[in-house]
């Protein structure tokens, strides 16, 4: 089916419905389903709490750990599932090229805005959804910060990134290996998830509106 | 039916979504959620998408972005909504007022810079949490790797010395 829309205005309902456009001609899932990996993204981000204040900035105060926990396990099962699924064909590696600078100064400064703020920005809409105006005011200090980095891409940031050293992977230095390390790796960092200990900073403003033994902090 | 979903089940279910959105049978891509903040940037300053080389470079990012965070945006609304029964307006988080101070007005100031700063360190790196630390690392990208050890001692620093953590004992 080829749905061809003519989206050529430039206000801004235009300029939503040429973002769908996009989405339906550039051949990486139908937008009904990357609509639908976003409302199971978010599902799953709200139905964890990892979306809270708590929980990241608590990661940075080291009160709290689920965050980590929840991300290392991800990484360790995915890691190991998607390494069989490319075997077999069913999927590709899309790997993020080796910028040092980019890597280090942009590390750097995500590193404190996440302990500030408390969010990321995959976090962040959530808890702009259950509704977190605080958090709304963060969007727009970080769409301030996409408008200027737009701006000033070609004169300041692109050289300020560095030049890329390719898009290399571990499994680069195994060579004749892979199969070997993939599985330590998956194995390792899913140990790392398991055995950070757990420690969870409760939000009694977020619990107190329900019963007593629904409540995770009172079992 | 459980008002929390414990970590694990969300890490399984969080790997699941993540191996659907790279198979070639869903979007053949990671999952990525910072590219669409410059591209929603673009479309509400009416920035021109041909004038600008960055716009350019992540006009399909952007907008595939752009439509998972829509949908990221009902699906956390609802379950806040009708599971976690977590709805509620706030201006700011309980535990800011605890280890920080109790004014809002600080909150939504540091808030502002924070996002400010989070993404143009995003996009230096080329990704955030989602796209490298858990699309990447699944991907044993070594730039990933670089960019998760910057930022959880960058985090881990930043908690230390801005909060006030020993307020509770």
Redesign the interface.
Same mark, same amino acid.
């Given at each position: 089916m080829d749905i061809v829309v003519v989206t050529e205005g430039?206000d801004?309902l235009s300029?939503?419905a040429?973002?769908?456009e996009?989405?339906i001609h550039?051949?990486?899932?139908s937008?009904a389903?990357? !609509?639908?990996?976003?409302?199971?993204?978010?599902?799953?981000?709200?139905?964890?709490?990892?979306?809270?204040?708590?929980k990241i900035?608590? %990661?940075?105060?080291?009160?709290d750990t689920?965050v980590p926990?929840?991300?290392?396990?991800?990484?360790g099962?995915?890691?190991i599932?998607?390494y069989f699924?490319i075997k077999v064909?069913?999927?590709?590696?899309?790997?993020?090229?080796?910028?040092?600078q980019?890597?280090?100064?942009?590390?750097?400064?995500?590193?404190?805005?996440?302990?500030?703020?408390?969010k990321?920005?995959?976090?962040?809409?959530?808890?702009?959804?259950?509704?977190?105006?605080?958090?709304l005011?963060?969007?727009?200090?970080?769409?301030?910060?996409?408008?200027?980095?737009?701006?000033y891409?070609?004169d300041f %940031?692109k050289p300020?990134?560095g030049d890329s050293l390719g898009?290399?992977?571990?499994?680069d230095f195994f060579k004749g290996h892979e199969d070997l390390?993939?599985l330590i790796?998956g194995i390792v960092?899913t140990l790392i998830?398991i055995l950070i200990p757990?420690v969870e900073?409760f939000?009694?403003?977020?619990l107190s509106?329900?019963p007593d033994e629904?409540r995770?902090d009172k079992k | 039916m459980?008002?929390?979903?414990?970590?694990?089940?969300?890490?399984?279910?969080?790997?699941g979504?993540?191996?659907?959105?790279?198979?070639?049978?869903?979007?053949?891509?990671?999952?990525g959620?910072?590219t669409?903040?410059?591209?929603?940037?673009?479309?509400?300053?009416?920035?021109d998408p041909d004038k600008?080389?960055?716009?350019k470079e992540i006009?399909?990012a952007?907008?595939?972005e752009?439509?998972?965070?829509?949908?990221?945006?009902?699906?956390?609304?609802?379950?806040?909504i009708f599971?976690?029964?977590?709805?509620?307006?706030?201006?700011?988080?309980?535990?800011?007022k605890k280890?920080k101070n109790g004014s809002?007005i600080s909150?939504?100031i540091?808030?502002?810079? +924070?996002?400010?700063?989070?993404?143009?360190?995003?996009?230096? +790196?080329?990704?955030?949490?989602?796209?490298?630390?858990?699309?990447?690392?699944?991907?044993?990208?070594?730039?990933?790797?670089? !960019?998760g050890?910057?930022?959880?001692?960058?985090?881990?620093?930043?908690?230390?010395y801005?909060?006030n953590?020993k307020k509770d004992k």
């Open positions: 430039q801004l300029r939503v040429q973002m769908m996009n989405v550039q051949g990486h899932g937008l389903l990357v !609509f639908l990996i976003g409302i199971i993204f978010g599902g799953i981000i709200q139905y964890t709490r990892v979306d809270k204040f708590e900035a608590g %990661f940075a105060m080291l009160k689920i926990k929840m991300l290392f396990l991800t990484v099962l995915t890691s599932g998607l699924m064909g069913w999927a590709h590696y899309h790997i993020k090229p080796i910028i040092w980019g890597l280090i100064i942009g590390g750097i400064l995500f590193g404190i805005a996440m302990a500030i703020l408390g990321c920005p995959g976090t962040g809409p959530v808890s702009i959804a259950e509704g977190r105006i605080d958090v005011v963060g969007a727009i200090g970080g769409l301030i910060g996409g408008l200027v980095f737009t701006l891409y070609d %940031f300020l990134m898009k290399l992977t571990l499994l390390v993939i790796f960092v998830a757990k900073l939000d009694d403003a977020d509106k329900l629904a995770p | 459980t008002n929390r979903l414990p970590w694990w089940m969300g890490g399984i279910l969080l790997s979504l993540l191996l659907l959105t790279f198979s070639i049978y869903g979007a053949d891509r990671p999952i959620a910072s669409y903040v410059p591209y929603f940037a673009g479309v509400i300053f009416d920035l600008y080389s960055y716009l006009k399909n952007g907008s595939w752009g439509v998972m965070l829509f949908g990221s945006l009902v699906g956390g609304f609802v379950t806040s599971i976690t029964k977590s709805f509620r307006l706030s201006l700011i988080p309980t535990a800011w280890y809002i909150r939504l540091w808030s502002f810079i +924070a996002g400010f700063i989070m993404i143009i360190g995003a996009r230096l +790196a080329g990704g955030c949490t989602s796209g490298h630390f858990m699309s990447g690392m699944s991907q044993l990208a070594i730039s990933s790797m670089i !960019f050890t910057v930022v959880m001692i960058s985090l881990l620093i930043t908690g230390r801005f909060y953590t």
